[in-house]
């Protein structure tokens, strides 16, 4: 590797981090991160909660890189002087065996189905090696070694997992990979030494942080458009920019700035800098967690981390981790509590229609003697309208309860707030089932009174039984008032979400063919908004109209937990998901 990064890299061994905390972790029941500690050749386990160290795990010497598998079973960490890999049981919370890689090893990173793993595989001395090798998740064999540019340290993919990038220290590019094939694609020229990155999560924009060298201290970040593989804008940060994370919402980029004593918050929009964080120290990485609420940011130098809430800058703690936190080029992630187990709903749920109506739907989540209905319907303008019966008391083999409508905070492009969110009475809505298949529908809403027959929507009549099934009403927990109805159906999903629109209205749309992936964790597709004919006392589906919006890609860490990301009318975004347990 370049010598200039050599010496960064040694100043930042006694204190550069890279947290990463798995969403989702089985055995945890609060938010846990996992750091290196490079004086200790130890993992601190830390409860983010209790704001405690609750493990110390042993490693290999002088660890340096770290990341876990999506499932959040497995942590990986290299080490920055053997060539070595070791492989962490996230519930021994133990080391249960060490790859042995061709080379010392960097970055390390694994794709969002769990299958393959990316190691950075730099060298050094006079025998570089300049590859990136391929990894089976599951065995821990090497499949395939990549050919990358000279000095290859941070590696990420790209949340559909089609793309893997990796940080050329030395050569000053970034390698574009095929997520499949692994083979090069692309490669973006950037100012010297790229190092930590971060791409956001709806998949449009790496950022990538620049150490620049002694003759040319670049102090910037670049940021390279996905699409295109082209240099957008050059951010000038400050010196020595380590590392990178991005908000959930994509909307503000965190950079960590060692020699400042600070952090520069980007305004993800514009590409500017539109403040600082004062932290003192040597803050050498940060971390947002997945809810989108705090930063966390690490201080080796002064064997501490310090938490911000991500909206008003405000700190919320500071606490001590000894023996020099440290993980080059990591990122950091915070999960919720997960067993890990699937907490599936009843026989009841799923996307029921009139096949004589399409155009409109009604998706039931049962859980005991409670159905949770959403219906996507039209107002009397025919433009897409949502309600929901949120507490449908099963009695017998029906239910009944009162219907629902909501007006909330616009939802594309900027933060959700939750209290913005209201609803009032807009009816009744009963249900009598004669099957788990077949059903009548009675409801009366706006004037209207009509009982209308349904059944359960086929869309997918055969396939391979997904190990999971994620079927069921997901929610982000911190933002009560929106959600997404999940219907799977062996490897196709039916994603219908109901939101707000610019104006504060309920809307809703759909995915309707959302491919799961290979691993079976996620999937992806088009989205669709439509519009149709007046709420009435009849329904007319020759007045459907449907048109393209966008794009979405769902990422599951485990049977409860995953991450959507889209893009909507041209505005991108991620976020957090969960089963909405009631």
């Given amino acids: 590797m370049h010598a200039h990064l050599f010496r960064a890299a040694r100043r930042l061994a006694s204190s550069l981090v890279a947290l990463l905390?798995?969403?989702?972790?089985?055995?945890?029941?609060?938010?846990?991160?996992?750091?290196?500690?490079?004086?200790?050749?130890?993992?601190?386990?830390?409860?983010?909660?209790?704001?405690?160290?609750?493990?110390?795990?042993?490693?290999?010497?002088?660890?340096?890189?770290?990341?876990a598998n999506p499932a959040g079973t497995r942590m990986y960490v290299s080490s920055i002087s053997d060539p070595a890999v070791s492989v962490i049981d996230t519930a021994s919370r133990s080391v249960v065996t060490t790859i042995t890689t061709p080379a010392v090893a960097a970055g390390v990173a694994v794709n969002p189905a769990?299958?393959?793993?990316?190691?950075?595989?730099?060298?050094?001395?006079?025998?570089?090696?300049?590859?990136?090798?391929?990894?089976?998740?599951?065995?821990?064999?090497?499949?395939q070694t990549v050919t990358s540019g000279a000095g290859p340290t941070s590696v990420a993919f790209n949340p559909s997992g089609t793309r893997l990038y990796v940080a050329n220290s030395d050569a000053n590019t970034i390698s574009v990979i095929d997520g499949t094939t692994f083979a090069v694609v692309a490669t973006?020229?950037?100012?010297?030494?790229?190092?930590?990155?971060?791409?956001?999560?709806?998949?449009?924009?790496?950022?990538?942080?620049?150490?620049?060298?002694?003759?040319?201290?670049?102090?910037?970040?670049a940021v390279i458009d996905l699409a295109s593989n082209a240099?957008?804008?050059?951010?000038?940060?400050?010196?020595?920019?380590?590392?990178?994370?991005?908000?959930?919402?994509?909307?503000?980029?965190?950079?960590?700035?060692?020699?400042?004593?600070?952090?520069a918050v980007i305004d993800a929009g514009a590409n500017t800098v539109a403040t600082r964080i004062t932290t003192g120290g040597f803050p050498t990485s940060v971390g947002v967690t997945p809810d989108g609420t705090q930063l966390v940011v690490v201080d080796g130098d002064n064997d501490r981390i310090l938490v911000y809430d991500t909206t008003t800058l405000a700190q919320v703690f500071v606490m001590t981790v000894p023996n020099g936190p440290v993980a080059l080029g990591g990122s950091f992630i915070v999960g919720a509590a997960s067993t890990g187990t699937p907490n599936p709903p009843g026989a009841r749920s799923g996307l029921w229609w009139n096949p004589n109506e399409s155009g409109w739907g009604i998706h039931f989540t049962q859980r005991g003697n409670i159905i949770f209905?959403?219906?996507?319907?039209?107002?009397?303008?025919?433009?897409?309208?949502?309600?929901?019966?949120?507490?449908?008391?099963?009695?017998?083999?029906?239910?009944?309860?009162?219907?629902?409508?909501a007006t909330g905070p616009r939802f594309f492009g900027v933060p959700f707030n939750p209290s913005s969110a209201s609803v009032s009475n807009a009816g009744s809505l009963a249900v009598t089932f004669s099957s788990n298949e077949s059903a009548t529908m009675t409801y009366s809403?706006?004037?209207?009174?009509?009982?209308?027959?349904?059944?359960?929507?086929?869309?997918?009549?055969?396939?391979?039984?997904?190990?999971?099934?994620?079927?069921?009403?997901?929610?982000?927990?911190?933002?009560?008032?929106?959600?997404?109805?999940?219907?799977?159906?062996?490897?196709?999903?039916?994603?219908?979400?109901?939101?707000?629109?610019?104006?504060?209205?309920?809307?809703?749309y759909v995915v309707s063919d959302c491919a799961v992936t290979a691993g079976g964790n996620g999937c992806s597709g088009s989205v669709f908004r439509t519009t149709g004919p007046p709420?009435?006392?009849?329904?007319?589906?020759?007045?459907?109209?449907?048109?393209?919006?966008?794009?979405?890609?769902?990422?599951?860490?485990?049977?409860?937990?995953?991450?959507?990301?889209?893009?909507?009318?041209?505005?991108?975004?991620?976020?957090?998901?969960?089963?909405?347990?009631?």
């Fill in 445 to 508: 809403v706006a004037g209207q009174s009509r009982t209308v027959p349904i059944v359960r929507q086929v869309f997918r009549g055969t396939g391979t039984t997904p190990a999971v099934s994620y079927t069921d009403l997901w929610w982000n927990a911190s933002e009560s008032g929106w959600g997404m109805a999940i219907t799977q159906q062996f490897q196709t999903m039916f994603l219908a979400w109901f939101v707000y629109n610019s104006a504060g209205q309920p809307v809703w």
């Fill in 188 to 221: 973006v020229p950037t100012q010297p030494t790229p190092f930590p990155m971060a791409v956001n999560p709806a998949g449009t924009r790496l950022y990538v942080s620049q150490l620049g060298t002694q003759a040319n201290a670049a102090n910037s970040v």
């Fill in 114 to 143: 769990g299958t393959r793993m990316a190691i950075a595989l730099p060298g050094g001395g006079a025998t570089p090696l300049n590859t990136v090798g391929i990894y089976d998740a599951a065995t821990n064999g090497l499949l």
């Fill in 373 to 405: 209905a959403a219906w996507y319907t039209y107002d009397a303008s025919g433009a897409p309208k949502w309600y929901v019966a949120s507490s449908c008391a099963v009695v017998g083999n029906s239910c009944s309860g009162s219907l629902f409508q």
């Fill in 21 to 67: 905390l798995s969403v989702g972790v089985p055995v945890f029941a609060a938010p846990f991160a996992f750091l290196v500690q490079a004086d200790g050749n130890s993992v601190a386990v830390v409860d983010l909660a209790s704001r405690s160290i609750v493990a110390t795990i042993p490693v290999t010497r002088n660890p340096a890189f770290i990341a």
């Fill in 231 to 263: 240099v957008l804008a050059q951010i000038a940060v400050g010196s020595l920019p380590a590392g990178v994370a991005v908000r959930p919402s994509g909307d503000r980029v965190f950079v960590a700035l060692p020699e400042a004593g600070a952090v």
């Fill in 535 to 582: 709420f009435g006392p009849t329904f007319n589906p020759s007045l459907i109209s449907v048109f393209p919006a966008g794009s979405a890609t769902l990422t599951f860490s485990d049977a409860n937990n995953g991450t959507l990301s889209f893009t909507v009318d041209g505005v991108s975004g991620s976020k957090s998901i969960t089963r909405q347990v009631f």
